[in-house]
């Protein structure tokens, strides 16, 4: 399920965006990390878009984990690992700076379940 992207956001937000994710998913999947948490759950994490301010100075990386698990001792993780990802991600991108990453959990999945059941438990109409 891919998110809308936001109203207003240029081809090249999107673009930059699309690389800085898939960055952050290759440095995730090499996993090279001194955090012992972050070596161990990289492989869970699933890093479903990013978003770039206009000026292309701050990204938000929105993450899930498997299963939804542990995700709250991720975020603080991925966060503290910021510096490492940015420098990842000035080796690859071509703009002028390096975005500033900043992670955040994806809720999109469960709040869409949670629509799926709110609509399931209402009444059939008879037609």
């Known amino acids: 399920m891919q998110r809308e992207h936001t109203p207003g956001q240029s081809q090249r937000q999107l673009r930059v965006g699309e690389q800085i994710r898939h960055t952050i998913a290759e440095t995730l999947r090499r996993g090279h990390f001194h955090n012992e948490i972050l070596f161990e759950a990289a492989p869970n994490v699933t890093v479903t878009e990013v978003r ?3 000026d292309l100075k701050n990204a938000t990386a929105f993450v899930m984990t498997l299963g939804g698990k542990d995700i709250e001792l991720i975020l603080p993780a991925l966060n503290d690992a910021a510096g490492f990802f940015q420098k990842e991600i000035g080796h690859t ?15 999109s999945f469960a709040e869409a ?3 799926e059941r709110i609509l399931k438990s209402l009444p ?3 037609d």
Request: no cysteine.
């Open 52 to 54: 770039v301010s206009p």
């Open 93 to 107: 991108l071509t703009t002028r700076n390096t975005p500033r990453v900043k992670f955040v959990a994806d809720n």
């Open 113 to 115: 379940d949670r629509i």
């Open 124 to 126: 059939k109409s008879a």
